[in-house]
């Protein structure tokens, strides 16, 4: 395994699978993304407007560099119907190298 420091597993929640797989799309297709796993049916319990919120979600893990990072994020706040969408990076600490050249390869 190698260092895999350069590149982050970011964490996006989104309303609908359908919202997911919209925003997937986009970042891969615009390169800012290697790969996008989507877990559908996942369940947020959150406080949003002074009350405490039970909602049905779905989890875009999303695989960047560093250097996308900042386009990524900006993306996400313009594809999502969320007023403050979900971004929380998670810097890799180590990947197996064949992985890690194909996403390097995979960005823009």
């Known amino acids: ?11 996006v929640t989104a309303g609908s699978e359908e919202e997911a797989a919209k925003i997937a799309r986009a970042l891969v297709e ?12 996942i369940r947020s319990v959150y406080r949003w407007g002074g009350k405490i919120e039970d909602d049905a979600e779905a989890l ?7 250097t ?27 990947g197996s190298q064949p992985y890690l050249d194909w996403l390097g390869e995979s960005l823009g």
Do not use: Q, W
């Open 60 to 66: 875009l893990l999303i695989k960047t560099s560093e």
């Open 30 to 41: 615009e390169r800012l993304a290697a790969c996008v796993n989507i877990v559908p049916k």
């Open 1 to 11: 395994m190698k260092d895999g420091g350069a590149f982050r597993l970011v964490l």
């Open 68 to 94: 996308s990072l900042p386009a990524l994020e900006e993306r996400v706040r313009a594809l999502h119907s969320y007023d403050v969408p979900e971004v929380i990076a998670i810097k890799l600490d180590r």
